[in-house]
């Protein structure tokens, strides 16, 4: 996709995000420190400062942008900054809307955005809600789509087949599968009943072959990784939900979950996103959508690198998953 841009429009891009953010006394600490960490760490401009730039305005912006790969780039990445201000303002909201119809693109986020500003939080929850359900089946694992998730019923037969990876060859998809949920504490899809059993096997999967963490940062930063990997609305509708759910805080796209606010607002954090959508850019094809159950035999190294997973520069024992001895992994 377009998020790994060529070099000449790297500036503009940045001075554009910048531009974007530039109401209510001026950007954020945490707005400032994740632009830059997209400088750094996505588009490896390091000597291009934040506090340096001049920000440009919606107009200048779509004029430095001309194919709408780049411009939806500007326009998902301004999205995501526009969420990290808190607490969240008209004027932030307006400046949406403003650069997204300079640009010629639109996006669920920019829905959300739109009506939190002209009908409030409550309806701008209601599309959060609409769109999560939407793209619930979407977004739910392949290899289930031939049975329904119940609220009302656990699914003893789906149990049974994920602990069955224990049985599979140490070192594989399946048993490292199995590993996150120790690690994590988190029941087995299926052994409680949930409509959402189905998109949590599939996002656990994702998040083993990313090797990311389930923490609120990492949650944000897995969506922004499938997000990268392929532009499409379901990687779209990811990314809002984490974002919603884990950094804007104003309600959960997931009925299970209570809302996080302000998850991106440490330096490890910035970090974090920057780095993981640069490796999101650099796989090969989107695997968070393919059948994971045929996957699952084998091993975690070689899945990586079918789908050309690169090892992150500096893994993190809190941010990531399953690194430590895996040598052969792709290179960065």
């Known amino acids: ?25 001026g950007p954020t600490v945490e707005q400032q420190r994740l632009l ?21 305005g919606p107009e200048e912006l779509a004029a430095s942008l001309e194919d709408l790969p780049s411009r939806r780039v500007a326009h998902l990445l301004q999205m995501t900054l526009e969420f990290c201000r808190h607490p969240q303002t008209d004027a932030q909201l307006e400046l949406g809307r ?15 955005s739109r009506d939190w500003l002209l009908q409030g939080v409550d ?5 959060v809600g609409r769109i999560f359900t939407t793209f619930l089946p979407l977004r739910s694992e392949p290899g289930l789509a031939n049975f329904q998730a119940s609220a009302h019923q656990p ?17 594989s998809l399946g048993q490292a599968l199995l590993g996150y949920y120790e690690r994590f504490g988190f029941p087995i899809p299926g052994r409680d009943a949930c409509a959402l059993n ?27 990784f499938q997000w ?20 804007a805080g104003f309600v959960s796209a997931n009925p299970t979950l209570a809302p996080d606010h302000s ?20 796989c090969s094809a989107d695997f968070s959508l393919v059948d994971h159950f045929a996957l699952a035999p084998l091993p975690l190294t070689e899945v990586r690198q079918q789908f050309n997973v690169c090892r992150p520069l500096q893994p993190s024992p809190v941010d990531h998953l399953f690194w430590g001895a895996e040598t052969s992994a792709a290179a960065p």
């Open 123 to 127: 309806q701008a929850a209601a599309d």
């Open 155 to 171: 699914e003893p037969e789906l149990v049974a087949r994920i602990e069955g990876f224990a049985q599979l060859p140490e070192g």
């Open 228 to 247: 990268a990997m392929q532009d499409n609305p379901i990687n779209e509708s990811a990314l809002l939900a984490s974002l919603v759910t884990h950094e």
């Open 98 to 112: 403003a650069y997204a119809a300079a640009l010629g693109v639109s996006s669920e986020a920019l829905e959300v």
């Open 36 to 56: 830059q960490a997209l400088l750094t760490h996505l588009w490896e401009r390091p000597e291009l400062r934040v506090p340096a730039l001049q920000p440009i």
């Open 1 to 25: 996709m377009g998020l790994l841009l060529e070099p000449s429009l790297v500036e503009p891009m940045a001075r554009g995000l910048l531009g974007g953010m530039s109401c209510s006394g």
């Open 263 to 282: 998850s991106l607002n440490s330096p490890s954090a910035a970090y974090l996103l920057a780095s993981e959508l640069k490796r999101g850019s650099a």
């Open 198 to 224: 189905h998109l949590y096997l599939a996002h656990d999967m994702t998040h083993v072959i990313a090797g990311i963490a389930a923490t609120s940062a990492g949650e944000i930063a897995l969506s922004a």
